[in-house]
């Protein structure tokens, strides 16, 4: 990986340089991450002009390799205790030479972008802006294995879950489960709250377990996600307890599993994000409920659960191979119930197959 991670630094620091920029401080965790590897809380990766630093509030634990930086990168430490290692960073790259230094400006409070230019008042502060973040839209094979993984972790906890007695049990009690499951079975942990909506609270959207007991007839709407090597996946079911389904159960839940399908097949490599929305979308505005749909249709995933791209109606930009996304369309009858189907797909051309599908839990409407 180390090579890796010196490929990513490299394209962040070529862009930094064609801005005017000879360095770049890192602070926001995941593009650490991203650029270093597993790091400790709070370390900020500074791009300098003759050598990387990670620069951390104490040493790594290198005990264990998935808990280890970049072997590459230099540490240093930040002397005594409760220095900021940002502004440790600062004064580092001026004292290398640098006269400019690019920096994440949408995670830094104001407060910390003062402390950055008192600590050098000679360097001046330019904007990285979202670079880190476009880097990471597309996925090499090793972190889409990792996503892969993650999701045969979550399919394994959802099935498990799915053989057990439900009728009686809290929505609290389901989720914290489900999470168990997911460490169990070698997830690093969820990779969000997992959402467990029983009965009229599947007509919440982002609905939080409560401890509403499962009844029979309910609706269960259950989204979870495992999170592994870093790498967070996501899957949403929606299910029948204890009896056969209801008629408008049936046909609510045919016409999410018709828009979700529609919104799946129109992964390609150069879709444009509003029309992977609009192919979901237009069939439950169709049939009337657009009122009751989600803002989005469907997001990218990765180190963090909610990453570019964003399929919304007023996304504008297109996908590309090897974008991991979520497909998510559900409608949320307030006081009645509802239905969400959540995949998480890798975009893939044709000549490969098209998408794939990473979350293989079946979408049949099953009464369990």
Known sequence: MSEVYALRRTRLRESCNAGGSAAALVTRPANVR?????????????????????????????????????????????????????????????????????VEEHHLTVTRHRALGSVAPGLRLANVGGAVEQLRVVKDEEEISCLRIGAEIADQALGELLESILVGRTERHLALELERRLVD??????????SVATGPNAGRPGHRPTDRRVEEGDFLSVCLGAAYRGYRCEIGRTFVIGTAPADWQIELYNLVFTAQRAGRESLVPGAACRDVDRAARQVLDSAGYA?????????????????????????????????????????????RGGVRIDDTLVVRPEADGGPELLTITTKELLAL
């Open 34 to 102: 991203y650029l270093a590897g597993p790091a400790p809380e709070g370390a900020v990766l500074l791009l300098g002009p003759a050598e990387d630093f990670l620069v951390c509030a104490g040493l790594p634990d290198d005990r264990c390799e998935q808990t280890r930086p970049d072997e590459a990168l230099r540490v240093h430490a930040v002397p005594g205790t409760g220095g900021d290692p940002a502004v440790e960073a600062a004064g580092l790259a001026a004292t290398g030479g640098a006269d400019s230094l690019a």
């Open 291 to 335: 009122a009751a749909l989600p803002a989005l249709i469907g997001h990218g995933v990765g180190l963090e659960i909610d990453e570019d791209p964003q399929l919304t109606p007023g996304t504008m930009g297109k996908l590309d191979a090897c974008v991991p996304v979520t497909v998510e369309p559900g409608v949320h009858l307030p006081g």
């Open 185 to 194: 079975h070698g997830a690093d942990g969820p990779a969000f709250a997992t």
